[in-house]
């Protein structure tokens, strides 16, 4: 069984989606009409960097969820999802996939999220970090001995993100390099995404998401709230509302897809970021991209 599965954020890379652009007139038209319904032409930072301007939330964003959608739109009738899941934002992406919700109402709810995301961001400083060759309970015993910090990402075996106040990662990075991690890896990113500090940016969503239109889906959607498969278009909706401010339980959700009868996954979207992680959490399933 195909699992589709979508990317988040950190994907981009400048020149992304051009060549798709260029040669297909379904994409230039869809990446058009996005330029328009969001009011600046994010297909000039996409295509042309710079990659500082690439890399703030508000372009980031709205960028890999087009990349991902015009993957699908070319797939055309190829494109028969099994199950489908994305990782943070990419959630989003394999919602408009699985027929959820439209591209339409999936790139408003993309541009809404980004932008209250980054205004969240700079009501209090906070980051984040990846603490790499460590169990998972080990990071989170350390994070709950710790004040303003939690294990936000699960991304795969012996890769947890941390997500929190300054001086709480910073904190539990020290306690957690002197339980043997590995690596830390400080995250060039605007703040502590999927952490208590995002409350700000869920109220926002919650009316849009409330507003929007969820439609049963093609195929079920493992969601990053709990890892588990969902059809119900109420369920997924108010999941998704949560999912902000709560953490992205992806190891778990590849765990599950697995069991569940996946044996192959493609990524959909820029970069082989996920590939890279499935194989991280079972050496033994197909994993590509496109």
Not at 18 to 39: I, P, R, S, T, W
Not at 76 to 82: A, N, Q
Not at 232 to 244: S, Y
Request: hydrophobic fraction near 40%; aromatic fraction near 6%; charge should be negative.
């Amino acid at each position: 069984m195909r699992a589709y599965i979508f990317p988040g954020q950190g994907s981009q890379f400048t020149g992304m989606a051009k060549d798709l652009y260029e040669q297909n007139a379904l994409v230039k038209n869809l990446f058009e009409q996005a330029n328009e319904m969001l009011g600046f032409r994010i297909t000039d930072v996409m295509f042309n960097g710079p990659e500082e301007n690439l890399k703030e939330t508000e372009i980031t964003q709205p960028a890999v969820f087009l990349h991902s959608i015009a993957l699908v739109k070319l797939a055309g009738e190829k494109f028969h999802p099994e199950m489908v899941a994305g990782h943070s934002l990419g959630e989003l992406s394999a919602l408009v996939a699985n027929q959820t919700m439209s591209f339409e109402d999936g790139l408003q709810l993309v541009h809404q999220r980004a932008k209250a995301m980054q205004e969240a961001c700079s009501i209090t400083p906070t980051t984040m970090a990846a603490i790499v060759g460590l169990e998972d309970a080990v990071v989170e015993k350390v994070c709950s001995e710790c004040d303003e910090v939690i294990p936000a990402n699960y991304n795969c075996t012996g890769q947890l993100v941390i997500s929190g106040s300054m001086e709480g990662v910073q904190v539990a990075s020290e306690k957690l390099k002197a339980a043997g991690a590995r690596m830390i890896v400080p995250l060039k990113v605007a703040g502590a995404f999927h952490s208590k500090f995002m409350e700000p940016a869920r109220k926002k969503l919650e009316e849009a998401i409330l507003q929007t239109n969820f439609k049963e889906p093609l195929c079920p959607v493992y969601q990053n709230i709990d890892a588990k498969p969902h059809t119900d278009p109420i369920e997924i909706q108010q999941n998704l509302i949560r999912q902000l401010t709560t953490p992205v339980l992806w190891t778990q959700t590849i765990q599950n897809m697995i069991q569940d009868g996946a044996t192959s996954f493609i990524e959909v979207g820029p970069g082989k970021v996920l590939q890279g992680l499935v194989k991280k959490v079972n050496k033994g399933v197909e994993a590509v991209s496109i």
